[in-house]
């Protein structure tokens, strides 16, 4: 049977990139160009703030004051979660070395990155939960100097969760600024900080761009489109619980997609008929993201069964993917080609994206299919060395000498040659290349 498409998408997440794709260079060459001067130009354009653009100890103070205490235990609850799957994460890779033959020992290190950049959004929503996640990875990687960056709103500056979060997270530095121009200033060093390594972090199409951008000069997470989520639902799934995660997760913007796969037509129609309802009853903003995403970037489709349901998952690799059906462990082993994986009716995307420890910084736009999301692993670099005895150089610069020499790269060869000479002065060795 071939997927019938029940509710099919009318537009792609795709922006207009050549449009953006100006605007940001242009941007970027400016701010290079002119350095602290110019971002704050741009900071005053863009996010209409003329604060501090590094907070001061007594700013982050004042600010971490206005957040209720119970949103402080939550922050504190959420940071220990994914500071504890960051740490097994990071135990999970190790300093080794092993002897390739007698007397030539070749080894790994894992070293963090120096300066880490993390972007938290600031512009729609106050996303404290981007501060937990990429500031407390960072700090358990083993970074030296973490900046947090976020847009302030005209008049008030950044949102005092996000100050407060980041700040207990490890965060050395925040800076109040958004957009390409807080991207710019971490990744040239402004304002007195140290270049960053890397900049991680969600944002709109203009930091996604400037990232993209910069990629090679500094490293980044990932190149991120619109957020999206899949759902897999049999029979037995709730149809309500079902449209209200798709809801929840059409809300984040306008182009984000949501696709239910399914093999129950009656469940499809149920949750088809739920959604707009569900719509209707959320805040302005929320249901005007969560109505666009819906009537153009959703779909529902109807599979024969759960192993066409899991293909056609897999083709689309989603960021988000939650399994609501029978047989958790079968879908656990069948499923290779998704950013964060949900498990049963009992979890949902929503935990991952504020406080279960998984990270939420996750592949979108199909990406999943060769690469995983944010982790303490993005922030280190996996390095080798080796080093050997006479002896234990001896057979490998025989075999290096050959291999080089049927390759054409002389150079190379003589590299091995002149130590086996320095060493063995007295042995005859065949250091010609066979055709």
């Not at 121009?181 to 960053?196: N, R, S």
């Not at 592949?363 to 006479?390: D, E």
Request: net charge negative.
């Amino acid at each position: 049977m071939t997927c019938e498409y029940l509710k099919k998408a009318s537009l792609t997440s795709t922006s207009d990139a050549s449009e953006v794709h100006e605007i940001v260079q242009s941007i970027l060459t400016d701010i290079e160009a002119g350095g602290d001067t110019k971002a704050i130009e741009y900071a005053k354009k863009f996010d209409k703030y003329e604060g501090n653009i590094l907070l001061t100890p007594e700013e982050i103070e004042a600010a971490s004051a206005l957040v209720p205490e119970k949103l402080k235990q939550d922050i504190q609850f959420a940071h220990n979660n994914v500071k504890r799957f960051a740490q097994t994460q990071k135990a999970t890779v190790s300093d080794v070395e092993l002897e390739i033959v007698p007397g030539m020992i070749a080894g790994q290190k894992a070293i963090p990155v120096d300066a880490a950049g993390c972007y938290v959004p600031g512009g729609r929503y106050s996303h404290i939960a981007s501060a937990i996640m990429t500031v407390t990875t960072a700090k358990v990687a083993g970074c030296r100097h973490i900046t947090a960056c976020s847009p302030p709103r005209p008049g008030v500056g950044v949102a005092p969760a996000i100050i407060y979060a980041a700040h207990i997270c490890g965060a050395d530095k925040i800076m109040a600024m958004g957009g390409v121009q807080g991207v710019a200033a971490m990744t040239f060093g402004l304002f007195g900080l140290p270049q960053a390594n890397i900049l991680v972090g969600p944002g709109n199409q203009f930091v996604a761009e400037a990232k993209r951008i910069l990629f090679g000069r500094v490293g980044i997470d990932m190149i991120a489109g619109p957020t999206d989520s899949l759902i897999l639902a049999d029979a037995r799934a709730d149809a309500h619980i079902v449209a209200t995660d798709l809801v929840s997760q059409a809300e984040h913007g306008y182009n984000s997609p949501v696709w239910l796969v399914t093999d129950n037509r009656v469940l499809a129609e149920k949750v088809m008929e739920l959604v707009p309802e569900l719509i209707s009853d959320l805040p302005d903003v929320n249901r005007e993201n969560a109505s666009a995403a819906w009537r153009d970037y959703a779909e529902v489709i109807l599979c024969a069964d759960r192993e066409e349901m899991a293909a056609t998952s897999d083709d689309y690799a989603p960021e988000h993917l939650t399994v609501q059906a029978e047989d958790l462990d079968w879908w656990l082993d069948r499923l290779t080609c998704y950013g964060s994986l949900f498990l049963g009716e009992e979890t949902t995307v929503s935990f991952g994206d504020k406080a279960t420890g998984t990270n939420h910084v996750l592949p979108t736009s199909g990406a999943a299919s060769y690469t995983g999301g944010l982790s303490v692993h993005k922030y280190m670099k996996i390095v080798t060395w080796q080093r050997a005895t006479r002896e234990g150089a001896k057979p490998v610069a025989q075999a290096t000498a050959r291999i080089a020499r049927l390759e054409g790269m002389e150079g190379h060869a003589r590299a091995a040659d002149v130590r086996l000479a320095k060493y063995f002065p007295d042995e005859t060795f065949d250091l010609t290349a066979d055709e």
